[in-house]
């Protein structure tokens, strides 16, 4: 598996799986369960998904080392503030049945994540998380947070997708080394992705869909990238984007889909804010 290095020293896999919106916990622990067999070594989760404990029982009963997987999880708004994050970081490595996390990130750019970030700070400090970022930081609030603390964010996770490039974003990430982290890399489906004549035309070139060209697009780029999917087949095709390179003229192409503007999550939308906010879950 492909690594990138962050800017703390430590090292990622740019491939893992996410199980955003997979509640049903047996599903859940069968998918991660499959994942791990199929090789994959991080498993990106979050305390407001629901399924951290499904995550722990697929990884504890895996039969892989617990140090050659790559276990990411998230701080959600109801526990931003120093105090409620380092109780909600005890319940996710109480989910997860483990005793540090690789990857802990804060899932929002709302409530007092200045404060999560504090705590964050200690955990990293004290070995018990070897890297932290952040989750959905645009560059205002993302500069804000490096401005204002001794350690910056080693990965920025944002929906990032042909149509959604984040290119200014990027390139401020790029200015404090921070690494790019892409949820929905396939837009949930958006726009007729899967069927795209530009990607599909791409594909037909090397034998390959277009969801593996979108994978590529974002490893060449260096973008870690955690696509979703309950489907065997499906992670293997994902997985399997390691023999094959796209060219220059491929990537100018899919470069001329960005529509510069979110497809799924209007982190700045005062609808979306109050949404958010309202979202409760026991963990």
């Known amino acids: 598996m492909d690594t990138i290095q962050l800017n703390n020293k430590a090292t990622m896999p740019l491939l893992g799986l996410g199980v955003f919106q997979i509640p049903d916990q047996e599903l859940c622990e069968q998918t991660v369960s499959h994942a791990l067999n199929t090789g994959y070594q991080m498993i990106d989760t979050a305390a407001s998904y629901g399924n951290e404990k499904a995550v722990g029982n697929a990884i504890k009963h895996s039969g892989v080392a617990r140090e050659e997987i790559f276990i990411s999880s998230k701080v959600w708004i109801q526990d931003a503030g120093y105090e409620q994050t380092m109780k909600s ?8 049945q483990t005793d540090y ?3 802990y990130l804060i899932h ?12 964050m700070e200690e955990l990293h400090r004290s070995e018990k998380v070897k890297a932290i970022g952040v989750c959905n930081f645009l560059e205002d609030r993302l500069v804000d947070l490096v401005l204002s603390h001794d350690i910056m964010p080693a990965v920025n996770q944002m929906e990032m997708h042909p ?13 404090y080394d921070i690494k790019m982290m892409a949820w929905a890399p396939f837009a949930e489906g958006s726009n007729g992705i899967f069927t795209n004549q530009a990607l599909s035309e791409i594909g037909e070139k090397y034998g390959k869909s277009p969801a593996q060209v979108i ?5 060449q780029n260096h973008v870690i990238t955690i696509p979703k999917s309950v489907r065997l087949e499906r992670m293997q095709e994902n997985f399997n984007v390691d023999d094959f390179e796209l060219s220059k003229e491929d990537i100018s192409q899919i470069e001329k889909m960005d529509q510069d503007e979110s497809l799924i999550l209007d982190i700045r939308s005062l609808d979306e804010v109050y949404r958010l906010h309202d979202i409760q879950f026991e963990q």
């Open 163 to 175: 149509f959604y490039q984040q290119k200014e974003l990027r390139a401020v990430m790029q200015k």
């Open 89 to 96: 970081f005890e319940k996710t490595l109480q989910n997860l």
């Open 215 to 219: 994978l590529r697009w974002l490893r």
């Open 108 to 119: 929002m750019p709302y409530g007092d994540y200045h404060g999560s970030w504090r705590a």
């Open 101 to 103: 996390l690789d990857l």
